[in-house]
């Protein structure tokens, strides 16, 4: 395996892989960005096992120059009732790398909670397993601080469901209700907690 090699999680409903464009792209984007490389590949042409059902399944892929490991599991939902705020001065993750630790200590940070929200130089961004979206009465938001650029969130963002905005600490007392978003997470299939359960 490549000293750093990056993720792609993807899900699979009904034997079909979701949200392939935005997959394609990022999965492109960070091969040219990291490695110089500019041949495109199409991640459809990744063969589907007999072992994958109908029912909604996480497809992992690890690569570098190549794809280097390709694991299938069913997606089990996770449960999401309180989110603790977590701090952190600088922090890059630009690209989906296998390496968490960053992340993992900061969600060890949790306590009793269920999840983090990470609070960077005093700005929103994500939380560990995903981006975030917050309403007002205006609508959906999500951080123009984010640290990855989700594929869901891009999608979200290209149907119009959420729009970018700047989200300080400070202005979370200005929503109402916080969502948690990535592959396997859609806008349908997310828990919606109220802002109260952020601590």
């Known amino acids: 395996m490549s000293a750093n090699p990056c993720i792609e999680t993807i899900s699979v409903v009904n034997r079909k892989i979701q949200n392939l464009d935005y997959h394609n792209a990022r999965f492109n984007k960070t091969r040219k960005a990291l490695w110089g490389l ?3 590949w199409d991640l459809s042409n ?12 996480k497809l992992r892929i690890t690569y570098a120059h190549e794809i280097e490991t390709v694991q299938w599991s069913i997606h089990e939902p996770r ?3 309180s989110i603790k705020k977590v701090y952190i001065p600088d922090i890059d993750y630009t690209f989906k790398y296998c390496d968490r630790s960053l992340l993992a200590n900061l969600f060890e940070q949790r306590g009793d909670a269920d999840e983090i929200l990470i609070i960077h130089n005093g700005m929103v961004s ?16 999500t951080p123009t601080s984010y640290l990855l650029a989700g594929t869901q969130r891009a999608y979200l963002l290209d149907q119009g469901i959420i729009k970018e905005q700047s989200i300080s600490e400070k202005d979370l007392k200005d ?3 916080l969502r948690i978003i990535n592959a396997l ?5 997310t828990p919606t907690l109220e802002i109260g359960m952020v601590v």
């Open 126 to 141: 994500d939380s560990f397993f995903g981006n975030v979206a917050l309403a007002n009465n205006s609508g959906w938001y």
């Open 38 to 40: 500019e041949d495109r």
């Open 79 to 81: 449960e999401i009732r």
């Open 46 to 57: 990744i063969e589907i096992p007999d072992s994958v059902t109908d029912l909604k399944h």
């Open 175 to 177: 929503y109402t209700h």
């Open 185 to 189: 997470m859609d806008w349908n299939n």
